[in-house]
């Protein structure tokens, strides 16, 4: 089982959007995911059509390795996806995890790693306690960034962060809500290339198809396919699937 992160410092680039992609492009490859909401907003959750509650006895019990972890885990529109949903409560993890091994996270799905080939963590966008615990569990960390400065620096932030740390964790950042149009967007990105080598180079464009996922509670490939969206969505899940 291989677990992978959709993390960024910053709000707002687009983190659930690929998670939700991603995960969908992965099951439809025909691997076994989970995908693990960790965000309090749920956005996730709502997505993939579930309601924000985490059974088999919350969050609290998933912490402590006691949950029943076939009742927490929910099933999903698609084949091959199941979902550990989030809910409000969520909000606890930071304080929950407080104190634990660095790679409680990973701990916590020991009995599922026979269940699934992949794990894809959808993540709350804040520096702590949990982040912390999402650098050592997983394999990877796939950040989104916007073509702005702001969204670089976090990038660098991050970086920076896992050096002083001491934690190997591989970065693999990748463009997201990409206007092409945008002269700055284009130059922001050619620049960016010879500084990230460990980029992966798929472009996911900014397209108004992404939002209506909230209206359809579906990912790309469910209702727009032939989208230019689902269609970057797929690039990058075939890259990501290269290099794991
Ligand atoms: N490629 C895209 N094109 C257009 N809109 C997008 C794209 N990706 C995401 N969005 C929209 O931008 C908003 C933020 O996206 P998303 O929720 O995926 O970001 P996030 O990083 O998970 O946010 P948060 O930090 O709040 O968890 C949403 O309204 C989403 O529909
Ligand atoms: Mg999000």
Known sequence: MQMVAVYSIKGGVGKTASAVN?????????????????????????????????????????????????KAVRDTPLDNLDLLPASFESRELDQLLEGRKSSRLRKVLKPLFEDYDLVILDCPPSISTLSGQ?????????????????SLRTLEQLQ??????????????FFTLVD??????????????QQWPAQLSSIIPNASVVERMGVEQAPLSS?????????????????IERRL
């Open 223 to 239: 209702f727009a396919p032939r989208s230019a969206a689902a269609h970057a969505y797929r690039e990058l899940w075939e890259e």
């Open 134 to 150: 999402v650098f050592s569990s997983v394999d990877v960390l796939l950040v989104p960034v916007v073509p702005t400065t702001l």
């Open 160 to 173: 920076n962060h896992l050096d002083r740390e001491d934690i190997a964790t591989p970065v693999w950042p």
């Open 22 to 70: 991603l995960a969908a492009r992965a099951s439809l490859a025909g691997h076994r995911v989970l995908l693990w909401d960790l965000d309090p907003q749920a956005a996730t959750t709502f997505y993939l059509r579930n309601k924000p509650r985490v059974r088999g006895g919350g969050v609290e019990k998933l912490v402590k390795g006691k949950a029943a972890l076939n």
């Open 180 to 193: 092409k149009r945008r002269k700055m967007h284009m130059q922001t990105i050619e620049d960016f290339r």
